[in-house]
């Protein structure tokens, strides 16, 4: 019986005691974290111009100054072609197509300021994100 003794007051002190949950402060700063709240609304999308020149892409004033050009790009030396960079995309209509790579182009949004370009330009749109390409 005496074995039994201290076994029960160990018992006993445990049941009466406070859980140690209730010592913990939890609002304190920094140590919970709240989950980020996200914007769930959906993003309207930008109107999809076609055709255009995306950034990157070349106008040149002339065909010659497209011809200078790709000659300077192999490395040929020559006069400097009149051309610029396109820096944002840019709506335009296509005006006539002189082969593979020679596109003559007039911009929409610039009062109709044409140009030559070699861009690839398709006939049809591309299929964008969220639409299947549909084979026949």
Same mark, same amino acid.
């Given at each position: 019986?005496?074995r #039994?003794?201290p %076994?029960?007051?160990? $018992?006993?002190c &445990?049941a !009466?005691?406070q859980p140690a #949950?209730?010592?913990?402060? %939890?609002?304190? /700063?920094? !140590?919970?974290?709240?989950?980020?709240?996200?914007?769930?609304s @959906?993003?309207?999308?930008?109107?999809n111009t %076609?055709? =255009?020149?995306? /950034?990157?892409?070349v106008?040149?004033?002339? *065909?010659?100054?497209?011809?200078?050009?790709?000659? #300077?790009r192999? +490395?040929?030396? +020559?006069?400097?072609p009149?051309?610029q960079? !396109?820096?944002a995309p @840019?709506? $335009? #209509? $296509?005006?006539? =197509?002189?082969?593979?790579? *020679? @596109?003559?182009?007039a911009l929409t949004?610039?009062n109709?300021q044409d140009?030559w370009?070699?861009a %690839?330009l /398709? *006939?049809?749109p &591309? /299929?964008y994100?969220?639409?299947g390409?549909? $084979?026949?």
């Open positions: 019986m005496r #039994s003794g %076994w029960r007051f160990v $018992i006993l &445990l !009466i005691a #949950s209730a010592q913990v402060v %939890w609002d304190v /700063p920094n !140590i919970v974290v709240p989950k980020p709240k996200f914007d769930r @959906t993003v309207p999308s930008r109107a %076609w055709p =255009r020149l995306d /950034p990157g892409a106008l040149c004033k002339t *065909e010659a100054d497209l011809q200078r050009l790709v000659a #300077s192999r +490395g040929q030396p +020559g006069a400097r009149n051309c960079l !396109i820096q @840019t709506a $335009i #209509s $296509i005006v006539k =197509r002189a082969g593979l790579g *020679e @596109t003559q182009v949004d610039q109709g140009g370009t070699d %690839w /398709p *006939e049809r &591309l /299929p994100a969220g639409k390409v549909q $084979i026949k």
